[in-house]
């Protein structure tokens, strides 16, 4: 049996992943018995962790937003600065950030008090950000909906298509997407029958409802492919090149956008994500070294008319 210390941080772990634990469902993930488990729920709130607590048939555990930070030492302005920091690096467009982005974000918004929540949400709305090409989402709407998704909850919420009156859904939510600086939920709508991609954006006031579904197959080869098939987005390209140019200078022109793998002192490999060939070609351009096209097809084509185009307006007119 893990020590009570290492054991504790289990069950903070564990009360962060989902909106609601059943006690006997929880002691078993912590091969302890429930009554062992109700003292550490109160060593928890020892800490200062506002953990909650039902009686009855349907009872068990939620890790509630408190009246005070938890005790990651840090200060008010700290907390806000953090929750507001993960929420750009969400919405970053760094190839694997997402996810890993959205689950820290997840868990730092769920313990922060109301009045830090609404100071996070202002804070993002109103501050621009080079990284986010898109309408910026509420973190208190992404994580909702983020966390309805994982705990296989059904969620009701207010949404206005384009053009359209405000209506009510209610869905049986599957992922969350992140496309073309946009936000995503692809679901099941239960009113409609139907699979659908709704914007985060147009989404307001997102509520769990506690009934649990068994999920559904989705109609596509995944979540990503549904909603760029749902709103017409192209597939993006993965570009790849050599560049002779040492990392720095390469990092330096090219920044977040790419992936940039150092081969020896003077070259390196860059790899690039878009819906359109003009950017990887136009940061190439920008690191003013020799490159070569590695792939794909599509891009050295791209790259062949730019400088067909650029040699032709030095010609001297006839």
């Known amino acids: 049996m893990a020590n009570t210390s290492s054991r504790t941080l289990r ?54 937003p408190g009246a005070v930070l938890p005790p990651l030492l840090l200060d008010d302005e700290e907390a ?3 929750a507001v920091g993960i929420g750009d690096a969400v919405q970053s467009g760094i ?13 730092v918004v769920r313990v922060l008090p109301p009045r830090l929540r609404a100071r996070v949400d202002a804070l993002r709305a109103m501050t621009v950000s080079a990284a986010m090409s898109g309408p910026v989402v509420a973190a208190g709407v992404l994580t909702a ?5 994982r705990d296989e909850e059904r969620l009701r919420f207010g949404y ?40 985060l954006d147009r989404l307001t006031e997102p509520t769990a409802t506690g ?8 109609p596509a080869q995944d979540a990503v492919a549904f909603v760029q098939a749902a709103s017409g987005a192209p597939a993006p390209y993965t570009v790849e090149a050599l560049v002779h140019a040492p990392f720095a200078r390469v990092r330096q022109v090219v920044g977040q956008w790419g ?3 150092p081969l020896d002192q003077d070259s390196c ?16 351009g920008n690191v003013g070294a020799e490159f070569q096209v590695l792939g794909p097809p599509e891009f050295a084509a791209h790259v062949q008319e730019w400088g067909a185009r650029f040699i032709r307006a030095t010609r001297a007119p006839e």
């Open 259 to 261: 992936t940039i793998e």
């Open 211 to 218: 009934a649990r579904f068994r999920p559904r197959p989705l």
């Open 11 to 64: 069950l903070l772990s564990l009360l962060q992943t989902h909106r609601h634990w059943p006690g006997q469902e929880l002691a078993d993930q912590l091969g302890v018995s429930e009554r062992t488990l109700r003292r550490d729920v109160d060593r928890l709130r020892e800490l200062g962790y506002p953990v909650n607590a039902a009686r009855g048939t349907d009872g068990g555990y939620q890790l509630a």
């Open 160 to 199: 206005t298509s384009r053009g359209a009156a405000p209506t009510d859904r209610e869905v049986e939510p599957h992922r969350v997407v992140a496309l073309g600086g946009r936000w995503y939920l692809v679901a099941y709508d239960l009113g409609r029958h139907d699979w659908r991609s709704f914007r």
């Open 269 to 284: 490999r860059l790899t690039m994500t878009s819906t359109s060939l003009d950017w990887p070609a136009q940061a190439l």
């Open 80 to 82: 806000v600065a953090l």
């Open 145 to 149: 909906v983020a966390q309805a998704c």
């Open 95 to 107: 190839a694997g950030m997402e996810e890993a982005s959205l689950r820290a974000l997840t868990k």
